[in-house]
C-alpha cells in the first residue's frame, strides 16, 4: 500500500470515527429531546406507511379508471376508489373479519389453556423434557422480562394517539392517490439538472418493484390464505377454525420463514387437543407439516414468480433482514417501511452497476476516424427551427404521464 492511500485510510478513518464519537455524545447529552423527536417523526411516518402500503394495492383500480375506462378527472376517480375500498373491507369484516375474531376470542379463552395442560401432561412424562423446562424457567421470570415489556410500552407510545392515527391514514392516502405525479415531480424539481435522469430512471424503477412486491404478495397471501383454509377443514378442522388459522397463517407469511413456523405452531398444539375429530388422529400434525411444505413450495417457486415477475427478485432472507433491521430502528413504523426502503435500495445499486457496465471509458479515447490522422472535416451548422421551451416540470410530468398510459 503506497503512502498516499494509506493516508487517505487514515483520514477515512478519523472522520468515521469523529462521526460516532460526535453522535455518541449527542445522544448523551439530548437523549430525552431525540426521544420525543424520534416519537414525533414516527407518529407521522405510521399512518403515512400504511396509506402508501394501501396506494400501491390500490394503483392498479386508479390506472383502470383513468386509462381504460378514459375518467380523466382524478378526483372522482379517487373517490370511486374509496367507495369500492369501503365496500370492499365492509363485506370482507362482515362475511370473515367477524369469525376471525370470534374464533380467536374462542382460541384464547378456552382452547389456549386445553393446549397448555396437554403441554405439561406432556413434558411431565418426560424427564428430559422436564428438566430442560425448569432450567428455560429460571432464565424467563418478570424482572427478565420487564425491559422487554417497558420497550414494547415505550414503542407503543412513540406511535402516538390511535385516534391520529386513523384519521391521517384516509388524508394521506387520499394526497397519495390523486397527487402522486404532483409528489414526483415536486421531489424531481429540487434535484441538480446533471443528476436528473438518473433521479427519474431511479424512481420510476423503485415504483415498479414496490408496487409488484405489495400487489403481488397481497394477492399471493389472499390465494394462500384460501388453500391453508382448505387445508384445515380437509383434515377435520371446524369451518370456523379452519378460517381463522387459514387467514392468521396467511397474514403471518408476509414474514419470510419466521411468519410461517409461528403460524403452523397453533394449529400444530391444537390438533393434539382434538386428535379423536381429526382425520390423521394423532398423526395429524405430519399431514399439517408435509401438506403446508408443499403449499410454501408452490407459492414459493411457481405463484409469487408468475404474479410478480422476474423484475421484482426481493429474496425471502433480504426481506426478513429489512424487517429485523428496520423494525428495530423504528419499530412498528419501521416494520412497515422496511420493502419500500429496501427496494429503493436495491434497484438503486442495481441501476448504477448496470451504468457502470455500459460505461466503456476506452472508446473515450479512441479517435472516431479509425486511427487517421488527417483533421476532421467541419460540418456546416444545421439550421434548426426555434420550438417553444418547456420547463423541466412539463417535460417531467409528459414523461410519467407517457409511463402510466404504457404501464396499463
Not at 154 to 179: D, H, M, Q
Not at 236 to 262: A, N, Q, V
Not at 377 to 395: D, G, L
Amino acid at each position: 500500500m503506497s503512502d498516499k492511500r494509506r493516508i487517505k485510510v487514515l483520514q477515512n478513518m478519523g472522520i468515521v470515527t469523529l462521526v460516532l464519537v460526535s453522535l455518541y455524545y449527542v445522544n448523551t447529552l439530548f437523549s430525552h429531546q431525540i426521544d420525543i423527536f424520534l416519537g414525533a417523526v414516527n407518529s407521522i411516518l405510521l399512518p403515512f406507511g400504511i396509506a402508501l402500503f394501501l396506494s400501491y394495492l390500490l394503483a392498479p383500480l386508479i390506472n383502470l379508471l383513468k386509462n381504460k375506462l378514459k375518467i380523466k378527472n382524478m378526483l372522482l376517480n379517487v373517490i370511486i376508489v374509496f367507495v369500492v375500498l369501503i365496500i370492499i373491507v365492509s363485506l370482507f369484516l362482515y362475511f370473515v373479519g367477524i369469525t376471525i375474531y370470534q374464533q380467536a376470542v374462542s382460541f384464547i379463552e378456552s382452547d389456549w389453556d386445553n393446549i397448555k395442560i396437554w403441554v405439561e401432561t406432556y413434558i411431565e412424562g418426560n424427564t428430559f423434557l422436564q428438566d430442560a423446562a425448569n432450567q428455560i424457567g429460571q432464565y424467563i421470570t418478570f424482572e427478565n422480562a420487564s425491559p422487554l415489556i417497558f420497550n414494547v410500552v415505550n414503542v407503543a407510545r412513540s406511535i402516538g394517539s390511535i385516534t391520529v392515527v386513523i384519521v391521517l391514514i384516509p388524508v394521506f392516502l387520499f394526497f397519495l392517490l390523486k397527487e402522486k405525479e404532483t409528489i414526483f415531480n415536486g421531489i424531481l424539481s429540487i434535484i441538480p439538472d446533471k443528476y436528473d435522469n438518473h433521479a427519474y430512471n431511479l424512481g420510476i424503477r423503485a415504483n415498479t418493484v414496490i408496487q409488484k412486491y405489495f400487489n403481488g404478495r397481497f394477492l399471493s397471501m389472499f390465494i394462500m390464505s384460501i388453500l391453508l383454509t382448505i387445508m384445515f377443514w380437509i383434515f377435520g378442522f371446524s369451518f370456523e377454525r379452519s378460517l381463522f388459522f387459514g387467514f392468521t397463517l396467511g397474514f403471518l407469511d408476509i414474514i419470510p420463514y419466521i411468519g410461517g413456523f409461528i403460524g403452523m405452531l397453533l394449529p400444530i398444539l391444537f390438533s393434539f387437543t382434538v386428535q379423536a375429530d381429526l382425520l390423521m388422529g394423532e398423526w395429524t400434525f405430519v399431514g399439517l407439516i408435509v401438506t403446508n411444505l408443499i403449499l410454501q413450495g408452490f407459492q414459493g417457486n411457481i405463484l409469487q414468480p408468475y404474479i410478480m415477475g422476474k423484475e421484482v427478485n426481493l429474496h425471502p432472507l433480504l426481506v426478513l433482514t429489512s424487517f429485523i433491521f428496520f423494525g428495530t430502528l423504528f419499530g412498528i413504523t419501521g416494520i412497515i417501511l422496511a420493502i419500500p426502503i429496501t427496494g429503493i435500495i436495491k434497484t438503486s445499486a442495481e441501476y448504477f452497476r448496470e451504468n457502470k457496465k455500459n460505461t466503456d471509458p476506452s472508446k473515450k479515447d479512441k479517435p472516431e476516424d479509425g486511427g487517421n490522422n488527417e483533421p476532421p472535416k467541419i460540418k456546416e451548422p444545421v439550421k434548426v427551427s426555434p420550438k417553444k421551451t418547456q420547463t423541466k416540470r412539463e417535460v417531467l410530468t409528459k414523461r410519467i404521464k407517457n409511463l402510466a398510459t404504457k404501464n396499463a
